[in-house]
């Protein structure tokens, strides 16, 4: 449909029909239980005729009752308008795929874009036109519980993977693509720095440090293409972002020349008059349609208030005008009016959804993003011979207990159609695979639970300890225990699970622990571990791929995208903090620093650290010149050579430091990163390209740009273990 034929079809809308297509609720209200229907429709006082004119349709997906609620809908509207069908599908539909946090840890955004291209390819087969993805909130403190659905606590990390994941969602041609789906960006902004890790808590920061440090990812995704952007719950300075007009039309839309659909999340209109920043219904449709707000999810604010505020004059028929037309544009850029049951077959459905090429994807993304934090003694890969003689003389029998043993609990929170059943285990997972490699495996069969462990589960870990040469211990988090809503004081384990640690340490010193969880961790009680492996929530193939890194099938490969603290009193602990006037330099007995008296400044795992089966060596870095300009970037060259008999993947980290700038900078920053594949004693030269563009940051006037004069450049394998800083000068 042309723009013309968009602009007529709106001009023949009543305005009432112009409020339905602002108006989002769920799919119970379609449903065809009186019950089911009446329920959710009485409680938000929706009538049938003003559910006839709504205009998208949440979390509902299956071919079939997509194509039946469409059909539905389009009888029903007067001028036959479809509707949209938009859901969470954050890390897969029902193939799930790593939580984004583990994905941000893979350090490779084609790995990304490969996941949203599946997770899009199940999502439309089944109905869905859009998916709210990806979350490009920046997050520091690992006591919020969404921090699972970030990509981590760089910007520069972040803004590479948001790109990644709108192009594998919404592709080259979203039109005529049926595969694709549309993304949306959230949340709208700065979500992720939520006082004190709390969900649905203030935001307060400066507008300088929003521009230079949390908005940047939101912006990568934005200039990518992406169709929608979702609002945030939060406040920012001191206005919630719903009704936020300097962040939606000043910042998104003046700015950064956003033409596309702005949601609320779940209730945020209506919750603006929680925050007493509206007195009423009324009130808050005004703020938000105001704010340039076009759709509101799952409240009636617009669909009650929007009608009278425009009889009144206190709200502009051409603000819901030009937000009308927003939507139907990106029904137009999916092709619905056209193919209104767009990408739904249900015949495809069962042939795409779950398929065994999905699942092979699933498991090789969950391989490059599971971390080796620890591997004392090379205890790991399990069955070779590196591994350690059991006291009965064998290398190779191995016992696998813990509460994460046999569980299916593996797919993480936010995992839409996934079902945990179909799941791999990790007793699956290594059970399949251990006769190909050698290894004899006890598996636990007694339950043994996440917070309150038998004696019984105790005891027969201890019994299997002795037994085995290699003790895998299991532990971790539910999947509950991260996701929205789902924030915590104690980021440790489970004392139940320390405690299992402890009995089978006693048992057997030869311990690997493998660590299930959706955010960092203090993982300090598991400190004696000879090997700890961080697995995330890899999701489907969780156990294969598990079992594919502790065979040594599969070399790792991950390297973190957040800081894991020495305990949660340093938390917020990142790496590009800024630099104070006392910096702490590490020697002992300096007390009038910045610093604390019972634990160092430092993360226990830094942002960017991951160690391999192989041993990568870097050679010193060298620029190809003492200066740069607007016009020379830098040429920034290392060697780094496997040193070892086993071929591995290193990412190559490149940070740089300004040395003096107008407003403090921090005290290192990822300016590039680089995945390489050496064979066994292979040598390879990495380049890095930095520009005068890649070292301008938001200044105390809000401008942004660079100042001339020292920087430092710095190459190695994590944001701790850097090279001699070579200095260099912008001219």
Aim: proline letters at 4%.
């Amino acid at each position: 449909m042309r723009h013309q034929q968009l602009a007529d079809l709106l001009a023949q809308m009543t305005l009432d029909e112009k409020i339905g297509q602002l108006t989002q609720v769920s799919g119970d209200f379609f449903s065809d239980d009186a019950e089911e229907r009446t329920g959710p429709m009485t409680q938000l006082g929706i009538a049938d005729e003003e559910l006839a004119n709504v205009g998208t349709v949440l979390n509902i997906a299956g071919a079939a009752q997509c194509r039946r609620i469409q059909i539905a809908a389009m009888q029903r509207h007067r001028l036959h308008i479809p509707t949209m069908f938009m859901s969470d599908v954050i890390h897969g539909y029902e193939t799930i795929f790593p939580i984004p946090l583990a994905l941000g840890s893979s350090w490779s955004p084609a790995a990304a874009q490969r996941m949203a291209k599946v997770a899009a390819c199940e999502s439309s087969v089944a109905g869905l036109s859009l998916t709210f993805s990806p979350m490009v909130d920046l997050v520091r403190d690992p006591r919020w519980g969404r921090v699972m659905e970030s990509t981590g606590e760089d910007p520069y990390l972040n803004a590479r993977m948001a790109e990644a994941l709108v192009h594998g969602y919404q592709g080259d041609d979203l039109l005529h693509d049926i595969d694709r789906v549309a993304a949306c960006v959230k949340h709208f902004a700065a979500y992720g720095a939520v006082a004190g890790g709390r969900e649905y808590n203030t935001v307060d920061m400066s507008e300088r440090l929003l521009r230079d440090m949390y908005l940047p990812g939101y912006r990568a995704a934005v200039a990518a293409g992406a169709k929608t952007v979702m609002t945030s719950f939060n406040t920012v300075d001191g206005v919630p972002a719903t009704g936020n007009r300097h962040l939606f039309r000043d910042i998104l839309r003046g700015e950064w020349g956003f033409d596309g659909v702005v949601i609320s999340d779940f209730n945020a209109v209506r919750e603006l008059i929680a925050h007493g920043v509206a007195e009423d219904d009324r009130a808050a449709a005004r703020l938000a349609i105001e704010a340039s707000v076009d759709i509101e999810m799952m409240s009636v604010c617009y669909l009650h208030s929007l009608a009278e505020l425009v009889a009144s004059g206190e709200v502009d028929v051409s603000l819901i005008d030009e937000a009308v037309m927003r939507v139907l544009m990106l029904k137009n850029d999916l092709g619905l009016f056209e193919h209104p049951f767009r990408g739904m077959d249900e015949a495809r459905e069962r042939q795409l959804i779950g398929c065994v090429e999905h699942r092979a994807e699933a498991r090789r993304i969950a391989d490059c993003s599971i971390v080796l934090l620890k591997n004392e003694r090379g205890m790991l890969p399990l069955g070779c011979e590196r591994g350690v003689e059991s006291v009965a003389g064998s290398a190779i029998t191995v016992a696998l207990v813990g509460p994460l043993a046999r569980s299916h609990d593996v797919l993480g929170a936010w995992s839409f159609k996934g079902r945990p059943q179909d799941a791999v285990s990790m007793a699956d997972g290594m059970q399949r695979m251990a006769a190909e490699h050698g290894v004899n495996l006890l598996v636990a069969q007694q339950e043994c639970d996440y917070f309150e462990t038998s004696q019984a589960a105790i005891d027969e870990a201890v019994e299997l300890s002795h037994r085995a040469g290699t003790v895998v211990l299991a532990l971790g988090e539910t999947s509950a225990m991260t996701g929205e809503a789902s924030s915590r004081t104690n980021i440790a384990l489970p004392q139940a699970q320390i405690e299992l640690f402890n009995a089978v340490k006693a048992a057997n010193a030869h311990v690997v622990v493998v660590v299930f969880n959706g955010r960092p961790l203090d993982l300090g009680a598991i400190g004696d571990a000879e090997a700890i492996v961080e697995a995330w929530f890899p999701g489907s193939e969780a156990g294969s791929a598990v079992a594919d890194v502790l065979y040594g099938a599969v070399n790792p490969s991950g390297r973190l995208s957040m800081s894991f603290p020495q305990n949660v009193g340093q938390v917020p602990v990142y790496y590009n903090a800024e630099s104070t006037g006392r910096p702490y330099e590490g020697a002992p007995g300096e007390k009038y620093v910045s610093k604390y008296l019972d634990a160092s400044n430092y993360a226990r795992y830094p942002f960017g650290f991951g160690l391999s089966y192989s041993s990568f060596v870097y050679g010193a870095p060298s620029v190809s010149s003492a200066t740069f300009d607007a016009e020379h970037a830098l040429d920034i060259t290392v060697a780094v050579t496997n040193d070892s008999d086993i071929a591995g993947t290193e990412t190559v980290q490149c940070y740089v430091r300004d040395r003096v700038g107008q407003v403090v900078r921090p005290v290192k920053q990822l300016k590039g990163f680089e995945q390489i594949e050496l064979a066994a004693h292979e040598t390879r030269t990495v380049h890095f390209s930095l520009r005068e563009s890649d070292v301008r940051y938001v200044h105390a006037d809000l401008g942004e740009r660079s100042d001339p004069g020292a920087f430092d450049i710095m190459v190695g394998p994590n944001s701790r273990d850097l090279s001699t800083p070579l200095c260099v000068t912008l001219v």
